[in-house]
């Protein structure tokens, strides 16, 4: 028995690291899985290796700022499989740190599109689908930037983050006459190329890492054990919660 059998999922950005972990591991526990990217190539690769492990996916193409994508992707689901039950807005960009004064609005909006937006409009088109099916679960990928460590943080990227954690408790509140439960998670510093593409220099590395009690990245198998959990049954009573995952950064 798999703590998803009978469920359909849909994942944002599926196509490498933590979204493509998330939609193997979501297969393995019994779900029909629907997952897109604006990465062609990589999610056609990770749907074959799914349905090579004996897994139900299909890889869709989704620009999480595209009303349309979403409206596809949440037809193919539905199309598909008859339904959709789980929902996980993954997709994200991070941009280099500088100060507040040289960025560009160009820059702010294309942070504020894809991680603010994106979650926005899946959420949208989602909870029609959720409704029919009587319920569901989505869950929100943001970050300990949206909580706190504001003096390390990225303007664009905090504000982003901090946007998703209010959106899923207004998501939350209204819509639990649905049988629609929303929650975010917020990890800390995990080793995903994200993070080593954002912090190249070894030294700056280093320096968010000793910010961590804990003294070392997360993983992405952490991160996605905690996203299967308020993906799943397991947390039927969970919502409209912010779930940490920060190797105890925050609690400093």
Request: aromatic fraction near 4%; charged fraction near 25%.
């Amino acid at each position: 028995m798999g703590k998803l059998d009978g469920k359909v999922a849909l994942i944002s950005g599926g196509a490498k690291g933590q979204g493509a972990a998330e939609a193997r591991t979501f297969a393995r526990e019994g779900a029909k899985v629907v997952f897109g990217d604006i990465l062609d190539a990589e999610g056609k690769k990770v749907e074959t290796a799914i349905r090579a492990e004996g897994g139900e996916a299909a890889y869709v193409h989704l620009d999480v700022t595209s009303e349309v994508d979403w409206q596809n992707a949440v037809k193919l689901a539905t199309g598909r499989y008859g339904r959709l039950d789980i929902l996980v807005n993954n997709a994200g960009i991070v941009i280099p740190r500088v100060a507040i004064e040289d960025r560009t609005a160009a820059e702010w909006d294309r942070v504020m599109a894809v991680n603010a937006k994106g979650v926005f409009l899946g959420t949208k088109y989602a909870i029609p689908a959720m409704r029919q099916a009587g319920g569901g679960s989505i869950v929100n990928i943001s970050s300990v930037a949206g909580i706190g460590q504001s003096l390390h943080q990225e303007p664009a990227y905090a504000a982003s983050k901090g946007a998703i954690r209010i959106f899923t408790k207004v998501t939350a509140s209204q819509h639990a006459k649905d049988r629609i439960r929303c929650n975010s998670v917020h990890p800390g510093p995990v080793d995903t190329d994200m993070i080593h593409s954002a912090m190249p220099d070894p030294a700056v590395l280093q320096k968010r890492i000793e910010r961590v009690p804990l003294g070392r990245l997360g993983t992405v198998d952490e991160v996605v054990t905690l996203v299967l959990y308020l993906a799943s049954d397991d947390s039927s009573y969970v919502s409209g919660s912010e779930m940490v995952i920060d190797g105890g950064a925050l609690a400093q």
